[in-house]
């Protein structure tokens, strides 16, 4: 029709629009993939959840420690002066005079200078058994080795080398009791790591939904603008017939109405697009950035309208597999399994399995104490048990109860986790096929509004229809065009719900989960052996240098592996 006007002409106006009326507002080209890539590299949740997930991963280093080797020393000099009562002095050589007269009229005083040393190496079994190899060193002078005779040594060397095995046999037996804290870091660990995984998930679903609003609103303008140049094109046609006295005046006032009504629904789709342009900004932008500069994102991708294929019970099974809420609950279930096996060791008594062994040495210096040592001058052994009981254990038994019931509970919320999820999967898969009926029916509306519109211009032109019924059904043929695309968008954002809710939406923006590639060193807080990141397969987008946080390391990992061929 001779009032349809070119998508190409009306889109010479659109960059003023774009920028919302502002000359300092600048446009960018972006893919998805590459709005995807900020998002990853600057997400504040992300970084929230990566540094959660090295804390946990820390944890299990600390939970480790009672089973990792530990090396003991001490050392103390000792100085020494004890009053000596009869018993005493004569226990150590003292005696009377010629017919029993004392020796002494003041208390003796026994001095002893002695220096002490030991040094122990002890180390645990995941079976509880402690295993303590030490040596103690002795040097000592007192008030008799200081006596040359009867002593042989001043000072003397005295040393002892031993073993001592300790093995429970109730508490602490086992490696369900001794593991038990190292499973539940790990355990504690996994869950932050499909935290980590579901938020990135998350992340990008948010990304590209907010995405296809944009292409929505961007292409609204364009709609709304073409009402705008409809109405403009109806008020010159009906003055011209005004002026021709075909036309009432009243006409003309119509027509011009007309055009102010589409100029108002073209400032509220702008201020649409300048909101939808902000909350996908809001994803990847730094507040730096939107401070000193206004930038307006011009989406590169179009919206697809292509049904994949969707089998229920596949998609449901997809998700049970790889929903990452369902395998968080998994790994709950194995920690408080982990905390139950060690409070009810807890609850048992002590009965303690211990023997020793070890080589005593005597000598004036210390090698010669040593190599007499081991020359079996003094050999030890001992063997025997310690038991301990506590006589109130109610608070022990409750530990272990309440580990049990924590323990069923875990079970219970997994199989709670697994119904919504299938229940997610069910919701979001009939609305993908409703929004697709829901396009089929605005297609055939906006034709249907579009046949009318053409129909009633044709009877103004001949005379028998007004202004106000045109650009009614103008107006309703624009709005059945807004609502098509809107409906478009809707079906796009339902897929990629459908992606989110079978954890696959990762895998169908060819984003992969895996060990970072070596780096440079790093602060304190992102070194750790094997770190999980997302890498993204392929983006053209080369993002300028910015600060070296956390989001823009695992951004340079993201970049990395674009340059590596599929």
Same mark, same amino acid.
């Given at each position: 029709m001779c009032w349809r006007l070119k998508r190409a002409a009306v889109a010479l106006v659109l960059p003023f629009v774009c920028m919302g009326g502002s000359a300092s507002a600048t446009e960018e080209r972006l893919t998805l993939r590459a709005v995807i890539l900020k998002a990853l590299e600057s997400n504040n949740d992300i970084q929230i959840e990566e540094l959660g997930r090295l804390i946990e991963e820390e944890k299990i280093k600390v939970a480790s420690q009672p089973l990792d080797p530990r090396f003991e020393a001490s050392y103390n000099y000792e100085s020494i002066r004890t009053p000596q009562n009869a018993q005493n002095f004569v226990a150590t050589g003292g005696g009377t005079g010629v017919g029993g007269a004392p020796l002494l009229t003041q208390p003796n005083v026994f001095m002893q200078r002695n220096h002490i040393g030991k040094m122990t190496l002890v180390d645990k079994t995941a079976s509880g058994t402690t295993f303590e190899l030490g040596t103690t060193m002795r040097v000592l002078s007192n008030s008799l080795n200081r006596r040359l005779p009867p002593s042989i040594w001043s000072p003397e060397y005295e040393t002892f080398t031993g073993l001592t095995v300790t093995q429970p046999l109730m508490r602490g037996y086992g490696k369900d009791a001794n593991l038990a804290e190292i499973r539940i870091a790990k355990a504690n660990a996994k869950i932050a790591d499909y935290e980590w995984q579901a938020r990135t998930s998350a992340v990008v679903a948010e990304v590209m939904k907010r995405y296809y609003d944009v292409i929505f609103t961007r292409e609204n303008i364009l709609v709304q603008r073409e009402g705008i140049a409809l109405a403009e094109k109806l008020l010159e046609d009906t003055r011209k017939r005004s002026r021709e006295g075909v036309a009432a005046n009243n006409d003309v006032v119509v027509a011009e109405a007309g055009v102010y009504q589409r100029k108002e629904e073209v400032l509220a789709?702008?201020?649409?697009?300048?909101?939808?342009? &902000?909350?996908?900004?809001?994803?990847?932008?730094?507040?730096?950035?939107?401070?000193?500069?206004?930038?307006?994102?011009?989406?590169?991708?179009?919206?697809?309208?292509?049904?994949?294929?969707?089998?229920? =019970?596949?998609?449901?099974?997809?998700?049970?597999?790889?929903?990452?809420?369902?395998?968080?609950?998994?790994?709950?279930? =194995?920690?408080?399994?982990?905390?139950?096996?060690?409070?009810?060791?807890?609850?048992?008594?002590?009965?303690?399995?211990?023997?020793?062994?070890?080589?005593?040495?005597?000598?004036?210096?210390?090698?010669?104490?040593? /190599?007499?040592?081991?020359?079996?001058?003094?050999?030890e052994w001992t063997a025997g048990f310690q038991y301990s009981l506590p006589l109130n254990r109610d608070?022990?038994?409750?530990?272990?109860?309440?580990? &049990?019931?924590?323990?069923?509970?875990?079970?219970?919320?997994?199989?709670?986790?697994?119904?919504?999820?299938?229940?997610?999967?069910?919701?979001?898969?009939?609305?993908?096929?409703?929004?697709?009926?829901?396009?089929?029916?605005?297609? $055939? /509306?906006?034709?249907?509004?579009?046949?009318?519109?053409?129909?009633?211009?044709?009877?103004?032109?001949?005379?028998?229809?007004?202004?106000?019924?045109?650009?009614?059904?103008?107006?309703?043929? /624009?709005?059945?065009?807004?609502?098509?695309?809107?409906?478009?968008?809707?079906?796009? $954002?339902?897929?990629?719900?459908?992606?989110?809710?079978?954890?696959?939406?990762?895998?169908?923006?060819?984003?992969?989960?895996?060990?970072?590639?070596?780096?440079?060193?790093?602060?304190?807080?992102?070194?750790?052996?094997?770190?999980?990141?997302?890498?993204?397969?392929?983006?053209?987008?080369?993002?300028?240098?910015?600060?070296?946080?956390?989001?823009?390391?695992?951004?340079?990992?993201?970049?990395?592996?674009? $340059?590596?061929?599929?």
């Open positions: 789709a702008e201020m649409q697009y300048i909101e939808r342009q &902000n909350a996908l900004q809001l994803l990847f932008k730094r507040s730096d950035d939107v401070y000193m500069q206004g930038t307006r994102i011009v989406p590169v991708d179009k919206l697809t309208e292509t049904m994949p294929a969707a089998d229920r =019970n596949a998609l449901m099974g997809v998700a049970l597999r790889n929903r990452y809420e369902v395998k968080q609950a998994e790994q709950f279930i =194995n920690a408080r399994d982990a905390q139950s096996q060690l409070a009810h060791s807890q609850s048992r008594p002590r009965l303690d399995l211990v023997a020793s062994g070890g080589l005593h040495g005597l000598q004036g210096n210390l090698a010669e104490s040593y /190599s007499r040592a081991f020359q079996a001058q003094g050999p608070h022990m038994k409750a530990t272990e109860r309440l580990a &049990n019931h924590q323990q069923e509970q875990a079970v219970v919320q997994a199989e709670k986790t697994r119904l919504r999820v299938l229940l997610e999967v069910d919701t979001v898969l009939n609305r993908v096929r409703i929004d697709q009926q829901r396009l089929a029916a605005t297609r $055939k /509306s906006r034709e249907a509004a579009r046949q009318s519109a053409d129909a009633e211009l044709k009877r103004l032109q001949q005379g028998v229809s007004t202004s106000f019924q045109v650009l009614q059904l103008q107006r309703d043929y /624009s709005q059945a065009r807004s609502r098509e695309l809107a409906t478009l968008a809707d079906f796009n $954002k339902s897929l990629a719900d459908l992606d989110l809710t079978t954890a696959t939406v990762l895998e169908k923006q060819k984003i992969s989960l895996m060990s970072a590639p070596p780096r440079e060193p790093a602060p304190a807080v992102m070194v750790r052996e094997k770190p999980a990141v997302a890498e993204v397969e392929s983006s053209r987008m080369v993002t300028p240098p910015v600060k070296q946080t956390l989001g823009s390391r695992i951004g340079k990992w993201f970049r990395r592996s674009d $340059k590596v061929s599929p």
